[in-house]
């Protein structure tokens, strides 16, 4: 995952991140601001992962909710 598309759409996983992380509060995701760096690291500091779980769990998610908006943007084929 690009950080840049990720810091782009940060407002919109903002809500997101809340509930794939329920520790989260919304001063950390203040204090995250769409920086994926940041995010890894509070998402480390509250679930005692080690920084590279924390940056595949965050890819994980995102990518699950690109996917899962795309599909939902495409047009289903007529029959």
Same mark, same amino acid.
């Given at each position: 995952?690009?950080?840049?598309?990720?810091?782009? $759409?940060?407002? $919109?996983?903002? #809500?997101?991140?809340? +509930? !794939? !992380?329920?520790? =989260? +509060? @919304?001063? @950390?995701?203040?204090?995250?601001? #769409?920086?994926?760096?940041? =995010?890894? #690291?509070?998402? $480390?500091?509250?679930? #005692?992962?080690?920084? %590279?779980?924390?940056?595949?769990?965050?890819?994980?998610?995102?990518?699950?909710?690109?996917?899962?908006?795309?599909?939902?943007? %495409?047009?289903?084929?007529?029959?």
């Amino acid at each position: 995952m690009n950080k840049d598309i990720f810091e782009g $759409q940060w407002k $919109q996983l903002r #809500g997101e991140a809340k +509930t !794939w !992380w329920g520790k =989260l +509060t @919304d001063d @950390d995701l203040d204090r995250a601001a #769409g920086k994926f760096d940041i =995010l890894a #690291g509070i998402i $480390q500091e509250k679930y #005692g992962y080690t920084r %590279e779980r924390a940056a595949n769990e965050i890819d994980k998610h995102v990518t699950a909710y690109e996917n899962d908006m795309r599909s939902k943007a %495409e047009p289903n084929p007529v029959k």
